[in-house]
Structures are given as C-alpha cells and as structure tokens.
C-alpha cells in the first residue's frame, strides 16, 4: 500500500557525487523515519544514513562528512546526498520507510534498488 520509488544511482568516478531520491506514495498518514541502505556483493545489507520526522539523523561512520540524508516532508521524498565517493561505497542503495497508513496501521516499506558504482 505505499510504494517507494528511488531514483539518482549510476556510475560515478572516485571522488565524485551523486544524489539519490526516494519518494513514497500511497495511503499513507505519516512518515516518522526515511532511510537508507547498502548492500554490496557478498555482504549484508547495512544501515547508511536515516533521518526522522523532525529532522533528526544517523550515519554509519564510514560515511560521515560526504553524505548528507535529507527530507521533504510535504512531498514524502527522502534524498541522500553523497559526496567524495569511494570505491567501497559502491553497491546497491535501499530506500525505506516507515510510518502510519491512513487506517492506523503501520507499514516498514523497501524501494526497489538503484546501483551506485564507484570506479575509474
């Protein structure tokens, strides 16, 4: 009942950036937290960045300083910003969501991927 829809990966080269957008629509009543996974070949999906309804945020350390996970409340649309980009970061970025639907109930939904690589 609510669908993510993410959009902004490709191929950039060391050091370069790329911005990443999420947005979410349905029967939805409220977002209280967007965010954002990795998962690269052969490890587990990890949690990068997230940002809650009032604006709070998390990384993960190895990111701090080059993205920057943001929000647009009215629009249901959550951004990562990523910056300086490194081989390692490449993988496939997960947006999701978590929230209320217009009956009260809760939902945890998941965007279909968008590849991110890194590479010279």
């Known amino acids: 009942q609510v669908q993510l829809v993410e959009s902004g990966g490709g191929l950039v080269q060391p050091g370069g950036s790329l911005r990443l957008s999420c947005a979410a629509s349905?029967?939805?009543?409220?977002?209280?937290?967007m965010g954002w996974y990795r998962q690269a070949p052969g490890k587990q999906r990890e949690l990068v960045a997230a940002?809650?309804?009032?604006?709070?945020?998390n990384y993960i350390d190895s990111v701090k300083g080059r993205f920057t996970v943001s929000r647009d409340n009215a629009k249901n649309t959550a951004y990562l910003q990523m910056n300086s980009l490194k081989p390692e970061d490449t993988a496939v970025y997960y947006c999701?969501?978590?929230?209320?639907?217009?009956?009260?109930?809760?939902?945890?939904?998941w965007g279909q991927g968008t590849q991110v690589t890194a590479s010279s």
């Open positions: 999701n969501a978590q929230g209320l639907l217009v009956t009260m109930a809760r939902f945890n939904s």
């Open positions: 349905g029967s939805i009543f409220s977002i209280y937290a």
């Open positions: 940002i809650t309804s009032s604006g709070s945020t």
